[in-house]
């Protein structure tokens, strides 16, 4: 009897995801390189690609079967440099070198981050209900690195002004460091179901945002922090919904989102009937 042969990964493809992990520390570093040098756009470009192959990486080691644990580790490292290490030197080269607490912002701001990747880490082998895992506690370090360089995107926009003075920013890496490290329920993007009538539209507006990022990069770094913080409240609300509905932690987004417009839908009437003195009708005795 022959046996059919499994096909596996071969060394060098193994080895692809923690490639682009270890380029993706390389160009987090030479973010910085640019930064000393003056260089703030080649800086922050830097910075997004090697975000962008730190998102890759381990999308890629699944797809291979090529998860490891010494790649865990690595991208841990990685997303520590890049959204940590990198963005705090970058906003100190360029906004904070000459200011008296610049150094100590900076400093709070990439412990902040290594202290938000351990909590994520160890909260990774605890038992959690369903719904919990479409939120994120606290900011995630990406998030948090687009933020950090909030300031530097509107100084590149529009010149110097209070957005770029020593107690704006060091107010905003303040706030960004403890968003970081909050409990503050945040939702995953992934989780987003986009209902079938406006997958055109959203495809056409991310075209759209596309071609902007190339002409108005700065505009959509700004846009982007600005939509992620307008979704906070909304996103406390949902997961303290789900909280408080026990039954619907193990349904897909989709269908909770169904129960919770059903649920919304019936209270109006339930609230007229009390404003009423009304009360359902209950068995005759």
């Given at each position: 009897m022959i046996k059919a042969r499994v096909k596996t990964p071969t060394v060098t493809f193994r080895m692809l995801p923690s490639m682009l992990t270890?380029?993706?520390?390389?160009?987090?570093?030479?973010?910085?390189?640019?930064?000393?040098?003056?260089?703030?756009t080649e800086a922050m470009a830097f910075l997004a690609v090697a975000a962008i192959l730190d998102?890759?990486?381990?999308?890629?080691?699944?797809?291979?079967?090529?998860?490891?644990?010494?790649?865990?580790?690595?991208?841990?490292?990685?997303?520590?440099?890049?959204?940590?290490?990198?963005?705090?030197?970058?906003?100190?080269?360029?906004?904070?070198?000459?200011?008296?607490?610049?150094?100590?912002?900076?400093?709070?701001?990439?412990?902040c981050i290594v202290l938000r990747l351990a909590r994520f880490n160890a909260m990774l082998d605890g038992d959690q209900p369903g719904y919990e895992k479409n939120y994120f506690v606290g900011m995630p370090a990406p998030a948090g690195a687009i933020g950090a360089i909030g300031p530097l995107?509107?100084?590149?926009?529009?010149?110097?002004?209070?957005?770029?003075?020593?107690?704006?920013?060091?107010?905003?890496?303040?706030?960004v460091s403890l968003l970081v490290v909050s409990t503050?329920?945040?939702?995953?993007?992934?989780t987003f179901a986009v209902p079938s009538n406006m997958v055109v539209p959203l495809l056409?507006?991310?075209?759209?945002?596309?071609?902007?990022?190339?002409?108005?990069?700065?505009?959509?770094?700004?846009?982007?922090?600005l939509a992620y913080v307008i979704h906070i409240p909304f996103a406390v609300r949902t997961k303290a919904w789900l909280r408080e509905h026990p039954e619907l932690w193990e349904d897909k987004p989709k269908q909770q989102r169904q129960a919770r417009r059903a649920i919304r839908r019936a209270q109006p009437h339930r609230r007229?009937?009390?404003?009423?003195g009304l009360r359902r009708p209950g068995p005759r005795r």
């Open positions: 270890v380029a993706a520390i390389c160009l987090g570093l030479t973010s910085v390189k640019f930064a000393l040098d003056g260089l703030e998102a890759l990486d381990g999308r890629v080691a699944r797809m291979l079967n090529a998860t490891s644990k010494m790649g865990e580790e690595i991208d841990s490292l990685a997303d520590a440099v890049n959204f940590g290490v990198a963005p705090a030197f970058i906003v100190y080269a360029t906004l904070l070198s000459q200011s008296r607490v610049g150094w100590i912002v900076v400093l709070l701001y990439a412990v995107a509107a100084k590149m926009q529009f010149g110097d002004g209070w957005w770029t003075s020593e107690w704006a920013v060091s107010l905003w890496m303040i706030g503050v329920s945040m939702r995953k993007i992934h056409a507006l991310v075209a759209l945002g596309v071609a902007a990022s190339v002409f108005y990069g700065y505009i959509v770094i700004l846009v982007i922090i007229s009937a009390a404003r009423l």
